[in-house]
C-alpha cells in the first residue's frame, strides 16, 4: 500500500464504506548534522519497565523507521515510532547516543 493514503473506515455497514484518504502530512529532508535528538528514559506508567526515548524527532517515518530498526538491533531490544518520538524498550541511552553519533546526529540529554 501506498503511504501517501490512509484507510478511513465507516462504521455504517462494516467493511463496506473503505474510502482512502490523502495523506497531506509533509515529510522534512534530514541533515543529520544540523539535527540535535534529544534522549530521556521513562518509567513512568509503563508498569515499572524502562524505556529510552529520542524525542523532537522531525516528521520523516521513512527515514526514521530504518533508524530505529538500526536502533533495535544494535540493542538487541523492541521499540516504537510514536508520533515524533522513537522509543527503546530498556535503557540504552550510551548505545543510542553512539550509534546516533556514529550516523552524524547532535545529541543531548543523559
Keep these: ?42 518509567k513512568n506508567k509503563r508498569g515499572g519497565k524502562t524505556v529510552t526515548i529520542i524525542y523532537e524527532v522531525p516528521h520523516n517515518p521513512e ?8 536502533l533495535k538491533a544494535k540493542c538487541g531490544s523492541g521499540g516504537v515510532m510514536k508520533d515524533d518520538t522513537l522509543e527503546i524498550q530498556g535503557d540504552h541511552r550510551e548505545k543510542i547516543r553512539a550509534e546516533l553519533e556514529k550516523l552524524g546526529f547532535k545529541v543531548k540529554g543523559f
Design 1 to 42: 500500500m501506498n503511504d501517501d493514503y490512509e484507510l478511513v473506515y465507516s462504521s455504517e455497514s462494516p467493511g463496506q464504506n473503505l474510502s482512502k484518504k490523502k495523506n497531506t502530512a509533509k515529510s522534512q529532508s534530514i541533515d543529520p548534522g544540523s539535527t540535535t535528538l534529544k534522549l530521556r528514559l521513562e
Design 63 to 70: 527515514y526514521f523507521k530504518k533508524i530505529l530498526k538500526k
